[in-house]
């Protein structure tokens, strides 16, 4: 039977994005090593398959969301994996975060098959995820994003074309290197305001309507009880991993040292979150590092 999309790798964010193809009326085969996560998806009104790469011989698109370019690069590159079981015409989108050099590694192989690849990782963290509200940083051949629009339109409400192969995974290498930086000044902001005796919430609205507004504070607040639908009020779970914001902070940091670039705020972002990460924290959403920097019980 033909499937318009297979899409390997329902997490935090893969779910809530197959789930929304699902919705738009695409016929989706959604697989994940984790069983919990294929029995949402098909609770969902998805279907599975238990070869994920009949699936992927069967479907139109493949859309792999995994963690890691090690992860990324087996799924695709492997001796029974994509590249070997897609049909000739199939559309590979991968939204992974990965290094550039990866991601043009893999569709330089795509290439070679005579298949076309985008790499098209996202921002928006899980509630855009869920929303649809997405941004998609996209690398590779126009005529592939003119392709993968369709689908990706069902997922994302903005989606930029960066360049060739690769250019999505370098300019989300950046933007994930920025928020690493900013999700840890915010939170030694709030810190510092209620070490001083000002309340949480307050400071946010406030610095929200000033100079020192960003992301971090208004849609992802790290504080537990000022928003309460961000991963800081239900225990920092859920969300965007600390161990996943280690891992970009660390591609960031390889791609400074091979470009002779200067992330010296970077470098040191890095180093909080590993060092947040071996004090067991890995798994909880990155904001949990309100909770290493110190803050005050109340």
């Known amino acids: 039977m033909s499937t318009d999309v297979a899409f390997l790798g ?136 003119s392709k993968a629009r369709p689908y990706l339109e069902k997922m994302g409400k903005a989606i930029f074309h960066a360049g060739d192969r690769g250019a999505g995974q370098t300019v989300k290498m950046c933007n994930n290197m920025l928020l690493g930086i900013q999700m840890i000044g915010t939170c030694e902001a709030i810190r510092l305001g209620i070490a001083n005796g000002i309340d949480a919430k307050l400071l946010s609205e406030i610095i929200g309507k000033s100079s020192g507004r960003n992301w971090a504070l208004e849609v992802y607040n790290p504080c537990p009880g000022v928003m309460p639908n961000a991963p800081a009020s239900r225990g920092y779970g859920g969300g965007f991993g600390v161990d996943l914001m280690l891992k970009d902070l660390g591609l960031a940091v390889e791609n400074a040292l091979s470009t002779n670039s200067s992330v010296p705020m970077g470098s040191l972002a890095r180093s909080l979150y590993d060092l947040h990460s071996k004090g067991g924290a890995g798994a909880l959403d990155f904001s949990s590092i309100f909770k290493m920097l110190g803050a005050p019980d109340k």
């Open 10 to 145: 329902l997490g935090n964010m893969g779910l809530p994005m197959a789930l929304n193809l699902v919705r738009a009326g695409f016929s989706v085969s959604g697989h994940d090593l984790v069983p919990a996560n294929v029995e949402r998806f098909v609770a969902g009104g998805g279907k599975t398959e238990t070869d994920s790469m009949k699936a992927v011989a069967a479907a139109e698109v493949a859309i792999t969301m995994l963690p890691a370019s090690r992860h990324v690069e087996s799924a695709y590159l492997g001796d029974n994996g994509i590249l070997a079981n897609a049909k000739t015409g199939t559309l590979l989108i991968d939204c992974s975060t990965i290094a550039p050099d990866a991601a043009r590694r893999v569709a330089a192989a795509a290439v070679e098959r005579g298949l076309t690849m985008i790499d098209a990782p996202v921002s928006g963290g899980t509630a855009g995820a869920a929303a649809a509200t997405l941004t998609f940083m996209v690398g590779g051949p126009a005529d592939g994003l």
